[in-house]
């Protein structure tokens, strides 16, 4: 199992960024996945959470009316859409698998690398 995240990079405040999360050999115990972030000096916080089949979806207050969740199963592939990015946005957002809706780190079983989001002001 592995997990690929990718699209970050460099953006202004106000901007817009869309993430990526690939998944090769996936399960059938990974029926959510979720994105998290690291600021740093900061501990990894919950940022979303998407089903595959897109029924259902979650986000944190944070970042809720400015980021949307989206997933194609077709390409085992989630993406987290971030708009008006704030420069408290910037972190390592990381994404997740788990078995069950949830918002912990803990009921992740599996997590990709990390891609570095920066927001100028």
């Known amino acids: 199992v592995q997990l690929q995240a990718s699209g970050g990079g460099l953006v202004q405040a106000g901007g817009s960024l869309r993430l990526a999360c690939a998944v090769s050999?996936?399960?059938?115990?990974?029926?959510?996945m979720g994105w998290f972030r690291q600021a740093p000096g900061k501990e990894r916080e919950f940022v979303a959470y998407i089903t595959w089949s897109g029924s259902s979806s979650y986000f944190a207050p944070s970042v809720m009316g400015r980021f949307t969740a989206s997933s194609d199963n077709a390409r085992n592939t989630v993406y987290l859409q971030m708009n008006k990015l704030k420069p408290e946005d910037t972190a390592v957002y990381y994404c997740?698998?788990?078995?069950?809706?949830?918002?912990?780190?803990?009921?992740?079983?599996?997590w990709g690398q990390g891609t570095l989001v920066t927001v100028s002001s």
């Open positions: 997740g698998a788990a078995p069950h809706i949830a918002t912990s780190i803990g009921n992740y079983n599996y």
């Open positions: 050999g996936r399960t059938s115990s990974m029926l959510v």
